[in-house]
């Protein structure tokens, strides 16, 4: 069973920093597809940041060259590194895994408020 937890989320200042993390368990995490996704009040889920298990990365065309997602295979987690955080990237971000032998999850999300 696929179980991801998001960790790292909390409220900043428009400009400022934040780190999630993603622990992942119940898949082989090394072979897997890992994404972020967020969703806004009144707004669709969105893409991210994802990262392949070759370590491809492709981004959401608003976060690219603010946002870096990354993995470490030894401790089964995937981080999402924030920078130059904006009011609209207030969000609950939910971490996504994706394998032919596990198939895919969800963590339960965590909230990041950017204040202007």
């Known amino acids: 069973q696929v179980q991801l937890v998001e960790s790292g989320g909390g409220l900043v200042q428009a400009g400022g920093s934040l780190r999630l993390s993603c622990a992942a368990s119940g898949i082989i995490f090394s072979i897997s597809t890992m994404a972020w996704y967020r969703q806004a009040p009144g707004k669709q889920r969105e893409l991210v940041a994802s990262i392949t298990s070759q370590g491809t990365t492709t981004y959401a065309d608003s976060v690219m060259a603010r946002f870096t997602i990354s993995r470490d295979n030894h401790k089964n987690t995937v981080y999402l590194q924030m920078s130059s955080l904006k009011p609209e990237d207030t969000a609950v971000y939910y971490c996504?895994?994706?394998?032919?032998?596990?198939?895919?999850?969800w963590g339960q999300g965590t909230q990041v408020t950017v204040s202007s």
């Open positions: 996504y895994s994706r394998s032919k032998i596990a198939g895919s999850g």
